[in-house]
């Protein structure tokens, strides 16, 4: 790969010519025409936030370096931003008069309310630029080491970069457009947002069972993604169709392993709802992101729900109360051993020795209080817990 260092540029070159997509939140073109800025493997602008894009033109006013800047060269007379399209893009949206700044007395000030003098630094400023000429995969495997700088790519940018093309730009299309109103919906069930990928990596985990570098490697240069979108659809309506209630845990589960798990198990969906009622009205249910797959699964792995344990103090009483008892008696403290035959029949656990166990259990109603604690030697216990 052969790297060219340009300082000659100026912003004002730059910005010649900038065209940026309010819609798919993208900064497009540079450099009179001849600048991609963020070629489709790119994440989205994302520094529209007040604070890092006016940093950025802050910096540039007094005089600080913005830091190098890579293009990709493609041929003579084109090139792509590979390292710094979020900082080209907010100098492009800033002298297009898309945002402001605030003036030494606090007032927002757009480009074109600038100081003439200020408006000519910005526009002046020349920038450090690389020019880097390579093969694709010298390019993308080097474009993977500069970006840990910065906001470092995540895991779903990266594949995107890896395996750019008609499939990835599709599906960037549809799943990662923050302005597609479906994506309101998709945020019921799926944490994170559309343009960091969090909805398009989601679609591929599940329509791959978890192998997605496999399967964008595989469909790289498909020029469709109805894959993708129909088993998308398909779990999303599976979930709306089982459960009639949103609940703000149901966000981020794995919905494509329940899914596939349960999918061909029938439902009520009115019976589902109002355990799911029950259960979140429940004082003992630690773990309200289990319940789904808990009532999914015909509610008996209650390790799902981490219902709460009965606490040191409870614990040490129910002890004292059982080992006194039991001394008087001549058995053992521990009701299951004192009804045996053995050897145990008779013993005296150290409290180290014992679990507490919900006398009636808490799935039947049973309460995790002293009323309903008992302490049992801890072979008897978990003998009992695996009933
Ligand atoms: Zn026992």
Known sequence: ???????????????????????????????SGTLTIQPEYQRNYIYADGKRDVAVIESVL???????????????????????????????RYVT??????????????????????????????????????????IKE??????????????????????????????????SNSQNPLTQKWSAYIAGVANRQDFWACALDWVSRGNVGDYMNTHRYDNNIAEVETYFNTILDWISNVFECVESEMRGLEWGRLYETYHKTPYNPTDVNEKVQELYADPYVKNRKG?????????????????????????????????TKAKENGESNCPLCALGNDNNHTKIWELKDMDADHVTAWSKGGATDISNCQMLCKSHNRAKGNK
Do not use: H
């Open 1 to 31: 790969m052969k790297t060219t260092l340009r300082t000659d540029i100026t912003v004002r070159e730059i910005c010649k010519g900038f065209v940026y997509n309010e819609f798919e939140g993208k900064g497009l073109f540079g450099l």
């Open 62 to 92: 007094k005089g600080y370096p913005l830091g190098l800047i890579y293009f990709n060269k493609i041929s003579d007379n084109k090139f792509e931003v590979l390292d710094g399209q979020q900082r080209i893009t907010s100098l492009g």
């Open 97 to 138: 008069g898309k945002f402001a700044i605030q003036d030494e007395n606090g007032i927002p000030c757009k480009f074109f309310g600038l100081a003439e003098d200020l408006q000519q630094k910005i526009l002046e400023t020349r920038l450090l630029i690389y020019e880097c000429d390579g093969t694709e995969s010298e």
């Open 142 to 175: 080097w474009f993977r080491t500069i970006n840990i700088a910065g906001i470092p790519l995540n895991n779903q940018e990266l594949l995107n970069a890896v395996f750019s093309g008609p499939f990835v730009t599709l599906g960037k299309e549809k799943f």
């Open 291 to 323: 319940i789904f797959e808990y009532i999914l699964g015909g509610c008996k792995e209650t390790k799902l729900l981490e219902v709460r344990v009965f606490d040191e103090a409870t614990k040490k009483s129910v002890y004292k109360r059982q080992t």
